[in-house]
């Protein structure tokens, strides 16, 4: 069965950075858009970063500068590396995959999740 993995997530302080990991299997890095998604209590799940296939990157404007996404093909391990961290950004964090190198940032076109991984950034 496909899976795709997350962990890293965790308690950290406003300001703090955090990598999290998405460990997935070999044909998903081959023929994926991977992509970072994050659902906070009470909103919706929003884009948060993506790459696709080349390694060309993208990012949601609340992250953009803040966040950095990135991927291993050799150890098949997705990144997000998250620094000056605020509050804002407590979520549950998943790593997808979709075959749509376009519209990357709807969530309804990919395919595949994780299970997520809390993060949680005090104040």
């Known amino acids: 069965q496909v899976q795709l993995e997350e962990s890293g997530g965790g308690l950290v302080q406003a300001g703090d950075s955090l990598t999290i990991s998405c460990l997935a299997p070999?044909?998903?890095?081959?023929?994926?858009?991977l992509g970072w998604f994050r659902q906070a209590p009470g909103r919706e799940r929003e884009f948060v970063a993506a790459i696709k296939r080349s390694g060309q990157t993208y990012y949601s404007d609340s992250v953009d500068g803040r966040f950095a996404i990135s991927k291993d093909n050799t150890k098949t391990t997705l990144w997000l590396q998250m620094n000056r961290l605020k509050p804002d950004d407590t979520a549950i964090y998943y790593c997808?995959?979709?075959?749509?190198?376009?519209?990357?940032?709807?969530?309804?076109?990919?395919?595949?999740w994780g299970r997520g991984t809390q993060v949680t950034v005090s104040s």
């Open positions: 070999l044909r998903t890095f081959g023929s994926y858009t």
């Open positions: 997808a995959r979709t075959r749509n190198n376009v519209n990357y940032g709807r969530a309804d076109l990919y395919d595949l």
